[in-house]
């Protein structure tokens, strides 16, 4: 960074130099053209080329309302046609399992435990990966652990080879052919990206983003990397503007959610007494012996409904977790879907928050759990505030988050009547919310792709990006997801990446994605202003000028500025 003389802690230093938590400045309002600008950086992913103007056109009022009912806007048909060949988004869990089986089922595929694939085409697949698997042992048995460079070096060819393949679809069955399993998150991550990119439906991405992290599920959990696609797919993407007694009772029910949050295994330990380890749970491992489980009773409290001061108790965490038992999934690991088992539920009385759920009950213990968590104050409260944090500001005025809450509670959780609340809001267009946020990793990679109307062919080397920035897709262990809160993302090693990357995109070095940097003004006020959709700051401008003080000011390299610079930083 020093031989373009921007200091990192200088460019630390003004990305977190926002607003203070001074509310008055949420009283200010925003210039009309402000209002657009903001709108595009709040409810898109980024603004392109073209948009402020379209806005201005439409009318900014009229725009917000089709964004909010995604339903009305006619899709961009580079979506279809980009999503076309990832054909595992649009497959069952169980067709996914038989289709891109892991290693163990392929090994037990080939060896006559469970049949074959009936598709000519995944039957290959197993019988190659079965062949690999077996050269991989035999490698072992000689003394060459996986890691060897020889394992390397296929890797890394198959790599060029996947690189160098310009059609969708012989690129993606290069991945299937080679790692099958690699196949589940290459479609995840495409499929993500160009939504991202392309969509028209921009507000609709983002929610889906914002409800996946608020529900969140880990890709690489076990059977959760053949159930995730139906979990975003089945039970995030079709209730982003719903009620959210829905959207909270379709991730409850989803065998992605039952695994990673290991409520599957969760019996009455009663009912064990009883004999409730026969038939499903009889075939278990004596080591899986299993008992009440209590993590998805706790993250159901404390991240998805009432928050971790929403008056909850442990012994409320107990009685959840006791209403929930039997909720399971019939082999997970072959795309099992989810079941109520009657056997194992605690058939006890149980008191939830002050309220008798009487003895006797079965599934609808649970469900009357999901009624009192959606319809509780500290519900309607905490799920406003985590939007205001999300598309206002890190530390909303208290007022924003008090009529969202209202909005919640008079609708029953209408999350299309919350959004509208925010979005009318005096808060919402006001100094205190512009530029108040610092771009996530994937709002910075998408917003850079969209800002210089690249085009992506190939999103896996974007999502490799993100990945480095620290924001791995599908991949957040903790149940927390990804924050959107501006000190999770400002470091200097994370500073420094993104500036590579922005360097990197701006001079066409990024695989699958073609840029155009050339201009007619490659003057760096000219180029900011082209990237950023409106003046840049001076601060910005005597940076650049003052890195650019010893070298041609080429339009690639004075775009790249722009895009690492705080200006571009900021949302």
């Known amino acids: 960074m020093k031989k373009f003389g921007i200091t990192l802690t200088l460019i630390a230093a003004a990305v977190l130099a926002a607003y203070s938590t001074d509310y008055s400045q949420f009283e200010r309002p925003l210039s009309d053209d402000q209002k657009i600008l903001h709108a595009l950086n709040r409810l898109t992913f980024g603004p392109r080329p073209g948009d402020v ?9 009229k725009w917000m309302d089709q964004q909010l009912h995604p339903e009305r806007i006619v899709e961009n048909p580079l979506v279809a046609e980009r999503l076309k060949p990832l054909e595992s988004l649009h497959m069952s869990p169980a ?3 038989t289709n891109y089986p892991p290693p163990q089922v392929v090994r037990a595929m080939t060896s006559g435990l469970l049949p074959l694939p009936k598709d000519q085409e995944a039957r290959q697949r197993v019988e190659l990966q079965a062949q690999r698997l077996r050269a991989k042992q035999d490698g072992k048995a000689d003394g060459q652990g996986k890691q060897g460079k020889g394992a390397d070096a296929l890797q890394q060819a198959m790599r060029q080879q996947v690189l160098a393949a310009s059609d969708p679809v012989e690129r993606r069955k290069l991945v299937a052919d080679n790692a099958p399993q690699q196949v589940l998150p290459y479609d995840l991550n495409e499929a993500k990206l160009y939504r991202a990119i392309y969509s028209n ?14 529900f969140n599920v880990f890709l690489d959990k076990g059977a959760d990397r053949i159930l995730t696609s139906s979990y975003e797919r089945e039970a995030i993407r079709p209730h982003v503007f719903g009620k959210f007694r829905d959207l909270l009772e379709a991730t409850a029910e989803s065998p992605a959610m039952l695994f990673y949050l290991d409520n599957w295994q969760s019996v009455s330990p009663d009912r064990i007494q009883e004999g409730g380890r026969r038939g499903l749970f009889a075939k278990q491992k004596a080591k899986q012996a299993r008992g009440l489980n209590e993590n998805y009773a706790r993250e159901l409290m404390e991240l998805h409904t009432l928050g971790v001061d929403g008056g909850y108790t442990q012994n409320d965490i107990v009685e959840v977790a006791r209403c929930f038992t039997g909720w399971s999934i019939n082999q ?6 989810f079941i109520y088992n009657d056997r194992v539920h605690d058939k006890g009385e149980k008191i939830v928050l002050g309220v008798k759920i009487p003895a006797g009950g079965g599934k609808e213990d649970a ?14 409260r905490f799920i406003s505030t985590k939007l205001a944090k999300k598309f206002v500001a890190d530390d909303p005025p208290p007022a924003l988050i008090e009529q969202m809450a209202k909005t919640f509670r008079d609708t029953n959780g209408d999350i299309r009547a919350v959004m509208s609340t925010m979005v009318d809001s005096k808060e919402f267009f006001s100094e205190g919310a512009f530029r108040a946020k610092v771009k996530t990793p994937l709002e910075l990679i998408v917003s850079a792709a969209r800002a210089t109307g690249a085009q992506v062919d190939f999103a896996v080397p974007l999502a490799t990006q993100i990945a480095q920035l620290g924001e791995p897709l599908y991949r957040k262990v903790e149940p927390t997801g990804y924050s959107s809160a501006n000190s999770e993302w400002v470091n200097s090693a994370a500073l420094l990446a993104r500036m590579n990357f922005a360097l990197a995109l701006a ?5 699958g ?15 900011a202003r082209q990237l950023l959709f409106r003046e840049p700051t001076q601060q910005t401008l005597d940076s650049i000028e003052k890195a650019l003080a010893q070298k041609e000011p080429t339009p690639a390299l004075v775009a790249g500025l722009v895009l690492g610079s705080p200006d571009f930083q900021r949302r």
């Not at 103007?53 to 009022?61: C, D, P, R, T, Y």
């Not at 439906?201 to 608020?214: A, I, K, P, S, T």
């Not at 759990?369 to 519900?379: E, M, Q, Y």
């Not at 073609?514 to 180029?527: E, L």
């Open 53 to 61: 103007e379209a806005v201005q056109k439409m009318g900014l009022k």
């Open 95 to 97: 067709e996914i399992a």
């Open 201 to 214: 439906r921009q507000l609709e991405e983002q929610m889906v983003d914002f409800w996946f992290n608020h």
């Open 332 to 337: 997970p690991n072959r795309g099992g879907e």
């Open 367 to 380: 469900e009357k759990v999901l009624d009192i968590l959606a319809r509780h104050p500290s519900t309607a």
């Open 507 to 511: 001079g066409d070095r990024v695989p």
């Open 513 to 527: 994605v073609r840029v155009d940097a050339g201009a007619p003004d490659n003057s760096v006020a000219t180029v």
